[in-house]
Protein backbone atom coordinates (compact mmCIF):
# COMPACT_ATOMS: atom_id res chain seq x y z
CA UNK A 1 0.00 0.00 0.00
CA UNK A 2 1.02 3.50 -1.16
CA UNK A 3 2.42 5.95 1.74
CA UNK A 4 2.85 9.89 2.22
CA UNK A 5 3.74 10.17 6.35
CA UNK A 6 3.70 13.43 7.61
CA UNK A 7 5.66 13.78 10.94
CA UNK A 8 2.76 15.33 12.57
CA UNK A 9 -0.88 15.16 12.78
CA UNK A 10 -0.86 18.73 15.45
CA UNK A 11 1.51 21.00 15.98
CA UNK A 12 1.45 23.66 18.42
CA UNK A 13 3.80 26.34 18.45
CA UNK A 14 4.99 29.99 19.26
CA UNK A 15 5.23 33.09 17.32
CA UNK A 16 8.91 33.60 16.01
CA UNK A 17 9.65 29.82 16.31
CA UNK A 18 11.22 28.12 13.74
CA UNK A 19 9.18 25.02 12.57
CA UNK A 20 10.37 22.02 10.14
CA UNK A 21 7.31 19.98 8.95
CA UNK A 22 8.51 16.96 7.55
CA UNK A 23 7.18 14.58 4.58
CA UNK A 24 8.27 10.79 3.25
CA UNK A 25 6.91 9.06 0.48
CA UNK A 26 7.46 5.40 0.11
CA UNK A 27 6.62 4.90 -3.87
CA UNK A 28 9.31 6.28 -5.30
CA UNK A 29 8.23 9.20 -6.90
CA UNK A 30 10.16 12.13 -8.39
CA UNK A 31 7.54 15.14 -7.37
CA UNK A 32 7.17 16.47 -3.72
CA UNK A 33 4.83 18.81 -3.43
CA UNK A 34 3.67 21.03 -0.08
CA UNK A 35 0.08 23.09 0.00
CA UNK A 36 -1.33 24.34 2.39
CA UNK A 37 -5.61 24.24 3.27
CA UNK A 38 -7.60 26.93 4.37
CA UNK A 39 -11.52 27.28 4.83
CA UNK A 40 -12.84 29.47 1.82
CA UNK A 41 -9.46 29.01 0.17
CA UNK A 42 -8.97 25.84 -0.64
CA UNK A 43 -5.49 24.12 -1.49
CA UNK A 44 -3.00 26.52 -2.26
CA UNK A 45 0.45 25.71 -3.27
CA UNK A 46 3.59 26.40 -1.25
CA UNK A 47 6.92 24.88 -2.93
CA UNK A 48 7.29 21.69 -4.75
CA UNK A 49 10.17 19.27 -5.89
CA UNK A 50 10.87 17.73 -9.31
CA UNK A 51 14.36 15.81 -7.99
CA UNK A 52 17.06 15.83 -5.26
CA UNK A 53 18.24 19.22 -4.15
CA UNK A 54 15.44 21.07 -6.87
CA UNK A 55 12.84 23.19 -5.59
CA UNK A 56 10.59 25.71 -7.60
CA UNK A 57 8.10 27.98 -5.69
CA UNK A 58 4.43 28.13 -5.86
CA UNK A 59 1.74 29.97 -5.81
CA UNK A 60 2.47 31.52 -1.85
CA UNK A 61 5.92 30.37 -0.82
CA UNK A 62 6.50 33.80 1.40
CA UNK A 63 7.21 32.79 4.59
CA UNK A 64 8.30 29.29 3.62
CA UNK A 65 11.53 27.69 2.60
CA UNK A 66 11.99 24.02 1.95
CA UNK A 67 14.55 21.17 1.76
CA UNK A 68 14.78 17.60 -0.37
CA UNK A 69 17.96 15.91 0.23
CA UNK A 70 16.86 12.43 -0.11
CA UNK A 71 14.33 11.59 -3.07
CA UNK A 72 12.04 10.21 -0.49
CA UNK A 73 11.83 13.02 1.51
CA UNK A 74 10.53 16.77 1.04
CA UNK A 75 10.57 19.04 4.49
CA UNK A 76 9.00 23.00 4.78
CA UNK A 77 10.41 25.14 6.96
CA UNK A 78 8.68 28.27 8.51
CA UNK A 79 11.72 29.82 9.50
CA UNK A 80 10.25 32.38 11.86
CA UNK A 81 6.40 31.14 12.06
CA UNK A 82 3.75 33.90 12.47
CA UNK A 83 -0.20 33.65 13.54
CA UNK A 84 -1.24 33.69 9.91
CA UNK A 85 0.57 30.37 8.89
CA UNK A 86 -1.65 28.69 11.57
CA UNK A 87 -2.81 25.97 9.12
CA UNK A 88 -3.54 22.45 7.65
CA UNK A 89 -0.43 21.61 5.93
CA UNK A 90 -0.89 18.87 3.19
CA UNK A 91 2.29 17.32 1.70
CA UNK A 92 2.11 15.01 -1.57
CA UNK A 93 3.66 12.95 -4.23
CA UNK A 94 3.49 12.30 -8.18
CA UNK A 95 5.38 10.40 -10.57
CA UNK A 96 7.54 12.75 -13.15
CA UNK A 97 5.10 12.10 -15.85
CA UNK A 98 2.89 15.07 -16.86
CA UNK A 99 -1.06 15.03 -15.05
CA UNK A 100 -0.07 12.43 -12.73
CA UNK A 101 -2.48 12.12 -9.77
CA UNK A 102 -1.19 13.17 -6.40
CA UNK A 103 -1.00 10.90 -3.70
CA UNK A 104 -1.38 13.24 -0.31
CA UNK A 105 -0.49 12.61 3.52
CA UNK A 106 -2.89 12.69 6.05
CA UNK A 107 -2.09 16.31 7.07
CA UNK A 108 -0.59 18.44 9.67
CA UNK A 109 -2.84 20.67 11.62
CA UNK A 110 -0.03 23.95 12.60
CA UNK A 111 -0.77 26.22 14.99
CA UNK A 112 0.61 29.47 15.48
CA UNK A 113 0.11 31.42 18.62
CA UNK B 1 -7.09 35.83 -9.82
CA UNK B 2 -8.49 32.06 -9.28
CA UNK B 3 -8.19 29.97 -11.62
CA UNK B 4 -10.15 27.34 -10.95
CA UNK B 5 -13.17 28.03 -9.22
CA UNK B 6 -15.81 25.60 -7.56
CA UNK B 7 -19.15 28.20 -6.72
CA UNK B 8 -21.14 25.79 -3.92
CA UNK B 9 -19.40 25.45 -0.88
CA UNK B 10 -21.72 22.73 -0.25
CA UNK B 11 -24.16 20.45 -1.85
CA UNK B 12 -26.62 18.00 0.02
CA UNK B 13 -28.69 15.37 -2.26
CA UNK B 14 -31.07 12.08 -0.77
CA UNK B 15 -29.38 9.07 -0.99
CA UNK B 16 -29.72 7.28 -4.30
CA UNK B 17 -30.42 9.76 -5.95
CA UNK B 18 -27.83 12.21 -8.54
CA UNK B 19 -25.27 14.58 -6.97
CA UNK B 20 -24.14 17.07 -9.32
CA UNK B 21 -20.61 18.69 -8.11
CA UNK B 22 -19.34 21.99 -10.55
CA UNK B 23 -16.03 23.14 -11.55
CA UNK B 24 -15.29 26.81 -13.36
CA UNK B 25 -11.54 27.47 -14.64
CA UNK B 26 -10.37 30.44 -16.63
CA UNK B 27 -7.00 29.36 -18.38
CA UNK B 28 -7.21 27.83 -21.53
CA UNK B 29 -4.04 26.19 -21.06
CA UNK B 30 -5.21 23.74 -18.11
CA UNK B 31 -5.26 20.06 -20.41
CA UNK B 32 -6.02 17.76 -17.43
CA UNK B 33 -8.77 17.74 -15.29
CA UNK B 34 -9.26 16.02 -11.61
CA UNK B 35 -11.54 15.29 -9.05
CA UNK B 36 -10.20 14.65 -5.74
CA UNK B 37 -12.34 13.51 -2.78
CA UNK B 38 -11.37 14.53 1.33
CA UNK B 39 -12.73 13.13 4.41
CA UNK B 40 -12.04 14.64 7.76
CA UNK B 41 -8.56 13.92 9.35
CA UNK B 42 -7.65 12.23 6.15
CA UNK B 43 -5.70 13.48 3.46
CA UNK B 44 -7.23 14.20 -0.72
CA UNK B 45 -7.91 10.97 -2.37
CA UNK B 46 -8.08 10.73 -6.37
CA UNK B 47 -11.12 10.20 -7.31
CA UNK B 48 -11.55 10.54 -11.57
CA UNK B 49 -9.57 12.50 -14.05
CA UNK B 50 -10.33 13.38 -17.57
CA UNK B 51 -7.92 14.87 -20.26
CA UNK B 52 -9.23 18.30 -22.60
CA UNK B 53 -9.57 15.93 -25.24
CA UNK B 54 -12.43 14.16 -24.19
CA UNK B 55 -15.68 15.59 -23.26
CA UNK B 56 -16.90 12.54 -20.88
CA UNK B 57 -14.66 9.95 -18.21
CA UNK B 58 -16.79 7.13 -16.07
CA UNK B 59 -15.78 5.13 -13.47
CA UNK B 60 -18.60 2.69 -11.91
CA UNK B 61 -20.61 5.76 -10.47
CA UNK B 62 -18.61 8.43 -11.09
CA UNK B 63 -19.00 10.51 -14.36
CA UNK B 64 -16.84 13.55 -15.32
CA UNK B 65 -17.86 15.90 -18.02
CA UNK B 66 -15.72 18.92 -19.78
CA UNK B 67 -16.96 21.28 -21.69
CA UNK B 68 -13.98 22.97 -22.83
CA UNK B 69 -15.89 26.48 -24.65
CA UNK B 70 -17.84 27.04 -21.53
CA UNK B 71 -14.30 26.01 -19.31
CA UNK B 72 -16.65 23.80 -17.73
CA UNK B 73 -16.53 20.93 -16.04
CA UNK B 74 -18.85 18.84 -13.26
CA UNK B 75 -18.66 15.67 -11.54
CA UNK B 76 -22.02 12.94 -11.42
CA UNK B 77 -22.36 10.81 -9.11
CA UNK B 78 -24.73 8.14 -9.55
CA UNK B 79 -26.43 6.69 -7.10
CA UNK B 80 -25.24 8.51 -4.01
CA UNK B 81 -24.48 7.01 -1.02
CA UNK B 82 -23.97 8.51 2.68
CA UNK B 83 -20.02 7.08 2.68
CA UNK B 84 -19.55 9.56 -0.42
CA UNK B 85 -19.90 12.56 2.09
CA UNK B 86 -16.51 14.37 1.93
CA UNK B 87 -14.87 17.63 0.52
CA UNK B 88 -14.72 17.47 -3.32
CA UNK B 89 -11.80 19.59 -4.93
CA UNK B 90 -11.34 19.96 -8.61
CA UNK B 91 -8.00 20.56 -10.13
CA UNK B 92 -6.44 21.52 -13.40
CA UNK B 93 -2.95 20.94 -14.54
CA UNK B 94 -1.16 21.57 -17.51
CA UNK B 95 1.33 19.30 -19.43
CA UNK B 96 4.60 21.47 -19.00
CA UNK B 97 3.88 22.58 -15.70
CA UNK B 98 4.04 19.21 -13.71
CA UNK B 99 1.76 21.00 -10.97
CA UNK B 100 -2.13 21.34 -10.24
CA UNK B 101 -4.42 24.29 -9.46
CA UNK B 102 -6.68 23.58 -7.25
CA UNK B 103 -10.37 24.65 -6.50
CA UNK B 104 -12.00 26.19 -2.89
CA UNK B 105 -13.71 22.30 -2.49
CA UNK B 106 -17.13 21.56 -2.17
CA UNK B 107 -18.97 19.98 0.98
CA UNK B 108 -21.54 17.19 -0.58
CA UNK B 109 -23.39 15.38 2.58
CA UNK B 110 -25.67 12.25 1.34
CA UNK B 111 -28.33 12.07 3.33
CA UNK B 112 -29.75 8.60 4.20
Known amino acids: DVKVTQSSRYLVKRTGEKVFLECVQDMDHENMFWYRQDPGLGLRLIYFSYDVKMKEKGDIPEGYSVSREKKERFSLILESASTNQTSMYLC????????????FGSGTQLSVL | DQQVKQNSPSLSVQEGRISILNCDYTNSMFDYFLWYKKYPAEGPTFLIS?????DKNEDGRFTVFLNKSAKHLSLHIVPSQPGDSAVYFC???????????FGDGTTLTVKP
Open chain 2, 91 to 101: AASTANAGKST
Open chain 1, 92 to 103: ASSFRQTNEKLF
Open chain 2, 50 to 54: ISSIK
